[in-house]
């Protein structure tokens, strides 16, 4: 049992940026691949970034490559999203996720992650 707590949301302007953060509870986390997940208004969730349980590899969706860094402090059980060069696109609400089974390549399915949080609101005026 995994609890995840997403803070770091906003409004802001495009162009401009933000960082998202995740608080995971248990010892276990520095064992699970993390994502980000996001999921527009009448849209069906997306895949956004997922990273490996020690950091050594990442996975991003086209559409933020460039823009957006996942990075995770084990130490600290926590998770970010350095969001950069926001788009009025990228408004949605932000879900972070555990997947607890060792996979390679890191996966952009959200079947396969088991725990998520509650979401963090983004909006980006234009």
């Known amino acids: 049992q995994v609890q995840l707590v997403e803070s770091g949301g906003g409004l802001v302007q495009a162009g401009d940026s933000l960082r998202l953060s995740c608080a995971a509870s248990?010892?276990?986390?520095?064992?699970?691949?993390m994502g980000w997940f996001r999921q527009a208004s009448g849209k069906e969730r997306e895949f956004v970034v997922a990273?490996?349980?020690?950091?050594?590899?990442?996975y991003y969706a086209d559409s933020v490559k460039g823009r957006f860094t996942i990075s995770r402090d084990n130490a600290k059980n926590m998770v970010y999203l350095q969001m950069n060069g926001l788009k009025p696109e990228d408004t949605a609400v932000y879900y972070c996720?555990?997947?607890?089974?060792?996979?390679?390549?890191?996966?952009?399915?959200?079947?396969?992650?088991?725990?998520w949080g509650q979401g963090a609101q983004v909006t980006v005026n234009s």
């Open positions: 990273i490996s349980w020690n950091g050594g590899s990442t």
């Open positions: 248990g010892r276990t986390f520095s064992t699970y691949a």
């Open positions: 996720a555990a997947d607890v089974i060792y996979r390679s390549p890191l996966s952009d399915l959200a079947r396969d992650y088991r725990y």
